[in-house]
């Protein structure tokens, strides 16, 4: 296999796709749940970062990088919003408890 | 090389973050991933990006974590997960092989055109995503300052109802009053 | 000039519908008015289209590469169909005025009606196999609509209920011919499939066969879909006359005739699809046999008729079928609207109950008689002229033993047709209830019908000269009046099926000496009237439709980790599919 920083950052993005995506199907903590989204999104934005570095684009890769940090940082903080509501609300974080949708 | 030891420990610390048995464990280990992402995007030449991840995920997002773990409290996070590990660890490596057949081995092309600066790429070519992030950020702080609000006791007035009890009790004499004027 | 014309034939209907609608229901005298005169000015429009009957595109939209063209195409097939759908249309409309005097809620009655009258003739006059499947649906909508058009009645909304389901079905069927016809010429156009038919691989061809023939059946009430119409007549009779006599139900025959030069040379089709019609055509000719409800037995005699037309079809006669297609029309809506007065008059459907209709309404009764003379297929009416084109072409072209079947139903359309003439106005009985002649309005209606009846076999010449000019597919031969009369008179078969006939008069007339035979065939009788079968099938298809839903309701757990394996398992199937797409290099399959 070929060593290059290119190949080394792809197998960095797809491991850092199977942790997240491996996070969101294990934790049961609302929680853990924000924080294996904000590890998918750090693995887009070294995708995006590597994307434009192969290509010679990185300014482009930078600009729509910047864009993504700031829309994923409003996620997180309505996530985590979300949570503490439901903690005071429903008194619980716990997915298992949390399943109204049920049937 | 060292590279590889970066990209490497990014990923060993972003699973030590979802395997931590404590939240706040939990919220530093990403603190510290962020970090890493930070130096491994500035020696791939994008600063700015590199700038606002170190400030942002490292800071801005793990100061967040802290905070709302602060108030929501820890709950008992040692309980077993409801999808089956080996289940989980499955379908990842499934989606990881398949991906790696598309993505790898990776390769580059270069540009027709040499490219522009950062800030000419960001204030010309993209101004409408800047609209954007503006508007994004606008309706953010809104929902948040929504989804915070707490839900409040009726209103209540002490002076006014002490006047309307002052209120009463004359009314009440009054009748009093007349009754006994009426017996008499 | 052409294009104008092809507008106002669809728009007229249309715009006649949203005034209905708009003005609602405080003035339904003035709203009987307005929809009788909006309905027969279409009729009368739809007239103007014989002139210029052509095969070429009158007009043509744009609407971008989703959507393909939007074009109408005025040949003889179409504007036949479309014809008889404006004309009848504006009949039924006109018997409505009256026949719906006391009824609530006429705006949405009329609204429909005009909406479907408009959408069925922009099916038929369409050239781009996109809008056939969108007008197809939306006929479908207002068959619906129409059925349960009296909507606190359970029975009613069920009807239309089950109507709208079967018919769906069958037009997935339709919805994936033109998908095919799509992906594979970049086009939705009928001409353009006809005339590229043959460069189909063979497997996607019978994709698209069969799916047509799902299609048309369903819509058609053939078998296996027939239940849906014999139910469906609990809407009111007018409608009953216009959508599932002499409409609605001929849009399948049109698309099998429409499509029949693609599909021909499919292996197994045709044979199917004599095979769908002969045995829509027995099945159906014997449930109208032990019938009580007046109504139904037209249904049923409604499926068995178009199983003739689908048997034509599927012989390759295509003008026969269209000429039976045709006079059925004329002759059924005008059984129905007769059943229609005679309902009223007597307040039952049940045909054991009716009594003293013959003296009473001797109008009706003629124009009955006259209809049933022509579903029988006696000469001077249109019935007998279509009807031996079809078994003079299925002999000519097709199966032997195909012909032997539809010649004995034949005879048991005659049977059954005896039996309900002689029910309804023949039966001795001393009771004098209170009966009145159809009114003015109804009777005009039925007159003009009658008249159709007698009348329109006189077109055969037009007719098969029309389609034989103006369909560039379709190998047609046209025949002139004269020609067609001196064969029917002088061919052997024919006389062969007129004995079918007074066969069936004879076996009624001395039903009394049938009664052993009548006896030991009881049970019998009850398998037919239960559907023979079919109607167990459908409900067994929703009971186990409903069980699957039903367990397959434990798949929701309502947690959050489980849905995200779902998430991630269609990620990995989509992932393995862009593999497997990537790997095999973008082959056609």
């Given amino acids: 296999m070929n060593l290059s920083l290119l190949n080394i950052a792809g197998v960095g993005i797809l491991s850092l796709l199977g942790v997240g995506f491996y996070g969101l199907l294990i934790c049961r903590n609302l929680f853990k749940v924000v924080i294996a989204l904000q590890i998918l999104v750090k693995a887009a934005l070294l995708g995006l970062v590597t994307a434009g570095y192969a290509n010679g684009k990185i300014n482009s890769a930078q600009s729509l990088a910047i864009t993504v940090i700031v829309a994923d940082t409003i996620v997180a903080v309505i996530a985590i919003a979300l949570a503490v509501q439901i903690q005071r609300q429903l008194g619980t974080l716990d997915i298992k408890n949390l399943a109204g949708m049920r049937g | 090389m060292t590279f590889a030891l970066l990209v490497a420990f990014t990923v060993i610390f972003a699973f030590l973050a979802i395997q931590a048995k404590r939240l706040l464990s939990s919220a530093l280990w990403l603190a510290v991933a962020s970090a890493l992402l930070a130096v491994i995007f500035y020696l791939m030449g994008a600063q700015l990006v590199a700038i606002f991840e170190l400030s942002i995920g490292a800071g801005l997002v793990t100061v967040l974590f802290v905070f709302a773990i602060g108030i929501a409290g820890e709950e008992d996070t040692n309980l077993r997960s409801l999808v089956p590990k080996t289940l989980a660890g499955g379908v990842t490596i499934i989606m990881f092989l398949l991906l790696s057949w598309f993505l790898l081995p990776a390769q580059s092309a270069q540009p027709s055109l040499?490219?522009?600066?950062?800030s000419t790429v960001i204030w010309e070519q993209r101004s409408l995503d800047v609209l954007l992030q503006i508007a994004i950020i606008f309706s953010g702080v809104l929902g948040l300052l929504g989804l915070l609000a707490e839900i409040k006791a009726p209103l209540e007035y002490p002076l006014a109802e002490q006047a309307a009890a002052e209120r009463d009790r004359e009314l009440d004499e009054l009748y009093y009053q007349s009754i006994e004027k009426g017996a008499t | 000039m052409e294009k104008y014309l092809g507008i106002a034939v669809i728009g007229f209907p249309w715009l006649g519908g949203l005034c209905v609608?708009?003005?609602?229901?405080?003035?339904?005298?003035?709203?009987?008015?307005?929809?009788?005169?909006?309905?027969?000015?279409?009729?009368l429009f739809s007239l103007t289209l014989l002139p210029i009957i052509s095969d070429e595109i009158i007009l043509s939209i744009p609407l971008g590469s989703v959507f393909g063209d939007f074009t109408l195409i005025a040949d003889g097939l179409g504007v036949s169909l479309a014809i008889i759908a404006a004309v009848i249309g504006g009949l039924a409309v006109i018997y409505s005025s009256d026949y719906m005097k006391d009824?609530?809620?006429?705006?949405?009655?009329?609204?429909?009606t005009m909406f479907f009258i408009g959408a069925m003739i922009a099916l038929v006059l369409s050239g781009s196999l996109l809008f056939i499947f969108i007008f197809w649906e939306i006929t479908a909508f207002c068959s619906y609509a129409l059925i349960s058009f009296h909507n606190d009645d359970p029975k009613a909304v069920a009807g239309g209920i089950k109507a709208l389901i079967i018919t769906q079905v069958g037009g997935i069927g339709l919805l994936a011919a033109s998908l095919i016809s799509y992906s594979l010429f970049g086009s939705y156009q009928i001409n353009t499939f006809l005339s590229q038919a043959t460069q189909i691989p063979v497997t996607v061809l019978s994709l698209c066969a069969f799916g047509c023939l799902v299609a048309a059946a369903a819509k058609s009430a053939q078998v296996p879909f027939q239940t849906w119409l014999p139910d469906a007549m609990e809407a009111p009779t007018p409608i009953s006359a216009l959508i599932h006599a002499a409409t609605m139900v001929n849009a399948g025959v049109y698309l099998l005739a429409r499509f029949y030069p693609g599909f021909e040379y499919v292996g197994g089709w045709k044979t199917a699809v004599i095979l769908v019609g002969l045995l829509s055509a027995l099945l159906a000719a014997l449930m109208a046999l032990v019938s009580q409800d007046l109504k139904r037995v037209l249904a049923y005699s409604t499926i068995s008729q178009l199983g003739y037309m689908v048997y034509a079809v599927g012989c390759g006669a295509i003008i026969a079928s269209q000429f039976h297609l045709l006079s059925h029309s004329i002759f059924k809506a005008l059984l129905f609207l007769c059943a229609g007065a005679l309902i009223q008059a007597i307040g039952t459907r049940d045909m054991y109950q009716m009594e003293g209709l013959g003296?009473?309404?001797?109008?009706?009764?003629?124009?009955?008689?006259?209809?049933?003379l022509a579903l029988v297929g006696l000469p001077i009416t249109n019935g007998f002229f279509s009807k031996e084109m079809v078994l003079e072409g299925g002999f000519k072209l097709g199966p032997a033993w195909a012909y032997v079947g539809m010649l004995l139903g034949v005879g048991i359309t005659s049977l059954y047709t005896i039996r309900m003439v002689s029910l309804v106005f023949y039966r001795r009985t001393g009771t004098d209830k209170e009966i009145h002649e159809a009114p003015r309005v109804m009777r005009f209606v039925l007159g003009v019908l009658a008249f159709g009846v007698l009348t329109t076999w006189l077109l055969i010449g037009t007719f098969s000269q029309l389609y034989a000019d103006s369909l560039p597919f379709h190998i047609l031969h046209s025949e002139d009046l004269v020609v067609v009369i001196v064969e029917i008179f002088s061919s052997p078969w024919t006389y062969l099926a007129l004995g079918m006939v007074f066969l069936g008069l004879l076996v009624w007339i001395m039903r009394s000496k049938f009664t052993k035979l009548t006896q030991t065939l009881a049970p019998g009788a009850l398998f037919i009237r239960q559907g023979f079968g079919f109607e167990k099938i459908n409900q067994l298809i929703i009971r186990s439709i409903n069980n699957t839903a039903g367990s397959l309701r434990k798949l929701q757990t309502g947690q959050l980790n489980w849905n995200l394996v779902g998430i991630v398992l269609g990620l990995v199937v989509v992932l393995l599919f862009a593999a497997w797409v990537g790997y095999h290099g973008n082959t056609t399959f």
């Avoid at chain 3, 609608?21 to 009729?43: Q, T, V, Y």
């Avoid at chain 3, 009824?103 to 429909?112: A, H, I």
């Fill in chain 3, 21 to 43: 609608w708009l003005i609602g229901d405080k003035n339904p005298r003035f709203l009987h008015k307005l929809a009788s005169i909006f309905a027969a000015a279409g009729g």
């Fill in chain 2, 114 to 118: 040499p490219e522009q600066s950062v």
């Fill in chain 3, 103 to 112: 009824e609530v809620q006429l705006g949405r009655y009329y609204s429909l």
């Fill in chain 3, 359 to 372: 003296r009473k309404m001797p109008f009706v009764r003629a124009a009955f008689i006259i209809a049933s």
